[in-house]
């Protein structure tokens, strides 16, 4: 993409309606755009990196064998009734009435509706077990909306729905979801520390909460040290496995957070600090299966009622929380996987022809090495593209000036580190493309 | 993907609520599930076909330079009181009252709102032209939902909005976005012909409708015979070009919709037939600049209202399309770009040791290819098989059966032909991935 096109309106100045940093940096890089009260336009720099996140999500949701499917963001009223959530949901939910009075809503969550097509199709044991998901926008009416994609009301979210026959079959679901959040996080290039957690109003025996650590971070929580020496990828033992000692070894470490937390068992060696919740599992047996009558004819011929979780990934929510999570003064630092381009190119000198010259040449040259690449091409001080860079969170900076080519050199910097090296053409992109 | 573990719950008969034939056999092929009145769950399977859909209008629009970016499904009136259309627009448009008792709705389309975008942030004629597109949930609350997918409620549409300094500008986008949009079907397999078309509520002074031809079609179409000849693919000259001799050529051939058909103006050589709409492009000059206020400087330094257009394809309606203008008696055919699987593997024996093995091999080996691929390892009877097979429409089938493996070969079918033959398992292997 060459900047000189791209619709990529930053901002110099922090507008004062922001008041955390993820909020800040998103609407001063040109990534989102309110539209009312917690409801973003996604602008083109932000959705690339959404998708970038949620692509991860639907990877390691494919890799643990859910499947995916669509569903709608209206929902009927009586479902809800089914399940009893109707009433008890509260404002949250977005109550709306069509043309012909029904009672509808903007789903928040999906449990009755998946529960209710589960039900439709399948009958025998034989179908199980099956885990099904999708990454659909929710509605959650925020009586205050704030903290623009940490608490908005329209937001991205994958959820996901297990069935199983028996107890044991639905926690073997449960340790596969464990294990495919950690990977998702883990491959997103953050750490997400399980937690123990209150289940709330989805309800259930079992659950943990995602929790990634943050210094600007909403809530306190409370870990061991050796947490964040743990490498999930390394630790993976497959889904062929019964994970077992996988989820021992991950559930053994203290992790808690604020409401959980008790002083009174907790280890001495503690780490406090501040923490997002990015994601949230829950097993919760037959709460839904039961009243809404989702019943298969088990292997002995008589009708069970299915074993059910649920597990939410707020995908929106992610992109955020990683910004909090790794930012500086001069603005985002993308870990290289959910980064919205790989590598800017820089030119210096958008009207001598040489800086042009080899700009282009490295800019085709990155592109069809099916790197995701950022031309800088537009007429602005060098300070102003600097700062852009810096601001939107490129990993890598190619930057190509006239002094610089004379040497036969460009700068290569690395955004995380500040490192700059100068480094002849090729060099340079060996190192970014390697 | 195996048959045995996806949910692809397929129906023996067709269900009665059912009108078209499309409605019939995505109700039958286990694509979606209506969760209300014209509200839709797509399945696995459908939801495969949606995304292939999706994807190639994606590339598409990125080819034609036009950038994607997400705009929310819930808007807020007062936008649309900004252009006039909140009282008109009736009540197929779903009005809501968030809990503060604010005036909401679910956006049936975005003119309003990617003007307001565009208005705060371009102030310059140095950053025209813009297309800026997204792939989002629509509803329209139809009085009587039907037809499945072809006349429901909440939909899924892409639709984008170009912003030109004059007119000569706005008209290289319409003629852009003509040939994105002949290039976006002829890519999918299916010929969509541009009809010129009243601008109906939208307004503006140009439009097309893009019609495929399908027997089962909501309306009468007229068109010359020579326009089922035309290669788009071959005739593009590309984006760099003005496009006037190939907008010429395109619309010189005489086809229109009933409403705009003329009989006195129409040459004696019409076909006549039945069609579906999935696109439609408009150019509507000043119609939301103006109200709205998106005016930039010009070059003179004086205030410049920017012409727009706009641009919309139906994406799940597409889906529908498809299988109206390709089916027969036993099931979907599905084009190959769209296919939700390339080939099923049919293991004809379950149970017998040799066809398993060489089922899995054949299976592993597509997968290791890169060629989506389903597995139909059922221990069902080979007619039950078959007919699945036909009904979900792959466009390849591989059927695998202990008598033709003591012969050395395996079957090889085509959906769309029905011809069959015997060959070799590597040969078979080259033919669906050659």
Redesign the interface.
Known sequence: MRMS???L?TLKETPAEAQVVSHQLMLRA?MI?Q???G??????L??KV?QKVAQIVREEQDRA?A??????????AE?WRQSGRYEAYG??M?R?K??HD?E?L?GPTNEE?IT??FK???RSYKDLP?N?YHIQ?K?R?E?RPRFGLMRG??FLMKDNYSFDLDVEGAKLSYRKMFLAYLRTFARMGIKAIPMRADTGPIGGDLSHEFIILAETGESQVFCEKRWLDLDVLADDPGYDSDLKDFFAKYTSLYAATEEMHDAATAPAELETARGIEVGHIFYFGTKYSAPMGAVVTGPDGNPVTVEMGSYGIGVSRVVAAIIEASHDSNGIIWPDPVAPFHVAVVNLKADDAECARVSEEVYAKLQAAGVDVLLDDRNERPGAKFADMDLIGIPWQLTIGPRGLKNGVVELKRRATGEKQELPVEAALAKVTG
């Not at 409801?39 to 083109?44: M, N, S, V």
């Not at 499947?67 to 009927?76: A, K, R, V, W």
């Open positions: 096109q791209f619709f309106p040109g755009r539209t009312s009260a409801i973003y336009a996604w602008l083109p932000g959705w959404l064998g499947q995916e499917m669509l569903m709608p963001t209206i929902q009927s479902l404002k949250e977005l709306i069509d043309r029904r509808m903007y509706m209710d097509i439709t199709f399948v099956k099904l926008w509605f009416d009586i009301r329209e």
